[in-house]
């Protein structure tokens, strides 16, 4: 049995509600760290700042790589 996949808005939200429910930097840390492992986030390769999936770049002005959606 296959699971579907969830869109960049719903795996964004998980992120969020999971960030929002840690209340130690240690915890936010794992979270931070599950999400880029399981693609639920993206981190900037030029400044190594951690970005959503709905985020199409980074401040610094770098692309969201591809096939992240």
């Known amino acids: 049995m296959s699971t579907p996949l969830l869109s960049a808005k719903d795996r964004t939200a998980a992120v969020v509600v999971l960030l929002a429910q840690a209340t130690t930097p240690q915890e936010r840390a794992t979270v931070k760290r599950v999400a ?3 693609r639920f986030l993206w981190r900037c390769a030029p400044c190594r700042k951690n970005q959503f999936l709905t ?3 980074c401040g610094c002005g770098a692309e969201r790589p591809q096939g992240l959606a």
Do not use: G, I, P
């Open 55 to 57: 985020t199409e770049a």
């Open 36 to 38: 880029l492992q399981a």
